[in-house]
């Protein structure tokens, strides 16, 4: 896509998105006002108040975008992005190495080293999120194990530390009183629960992607050191 581009700016959809129709003149008008840059990431909006899985997977990142949270403190994923061309290219655009999940995230953190700011636009977007704790496993299990090879290239991209259980049960506790306050629904308290449920998942695959690297390795290292066959 990048090599391709002939416009000044990339805007990314999902396949799970819908924008408003103010989106993409508010994501130019903002890159334009602001040639420092790179990425700019729209706020989520939220979509489904009905479905408990769907509120509890919206609620964080609504708040986040209300409280102005440093964008390049949170680097900013393709999905409701728009990226400066020139800024992808100057670091070498997205590494193919990187497959499935996490790529959208390494050329982030190497554009925002490379002197380019990454903020939050005024625009907005609805996401469509898992209306069930099983898809919602399956999401996470897929971050874990794409996120791993982001990590295991650089470990400064991410701490691991934050994604651990623990961690994410007072990631939970601190977003649920917000949450109500935006809300207004009681369920939003289960969001230390579904905070762990999504650390366990994405821990189980992160350590399925490593085992799987190490399983690549000592396959390798035993083809290298496997003697010759005589003649």
């Known amino acids: 896509v990048v090599q391709n581009a002939s416009g000044e700016y990339i805007i990314w959809v999902d396949g799970d998105m819908i924008l408003p129709k103010d989106h993409v003149q508010l994501q130019v008008k903002f890159m334009d006002e602001n040639p420092k840059v790179g990425i700019g990431k729209a706020k989520y909006a939220i979509f489904s108040k009905e479905n408990v ?85 399956k999401k996470y299990v897929w971050y874990g194990y794409g996120n791993f090879w982001v990590y295991r290239k650089n470990k400064e991209i991410f701490k691991l530390y934050k994604m651990i259980p623990p961690a994410s049960l007072i990631a939970g506790l601190l977003y649920s009183f917000p949450a109500y306050k935006l809300t207004g629904k009681k369920i939003v308290f289960l969001l230390p629960v579904h905070f762990i449920f999504k650390s366990v998942a994405w821990s189980y695959g992160f350590i399925k992607a490593y085992f799987r690297c190490n399983s690549i390795k000592n396959r390798l290292l035993g083809n290298k050191n496997e003697a010759p066959k005589s003649k």
């Open 53 to 137: 899985v769907a509120l509890l997977e919206d609620v964080p990142f609504i708040i986040l975008g209300l409280q102005n949270y440093p964008q390049a403190l949170k680097l900013a994923g393709t999905g409701g992005s728009i990226y400066r061309t020139n800024a992808v290219r100057q670091v070498g655009s997205f590494d193919d190495r990187l497959t499935g999940v996490g790529e959208d995230i390494d050329v982030a953190y190497r554009i925002m080293l490379n002197n380019w700011a990454i903020e939050r636009s005024p625009a907005s977007f609805f996401e469509l999120r898992e209306n069930s704790w099983r898809d919602l496993w």
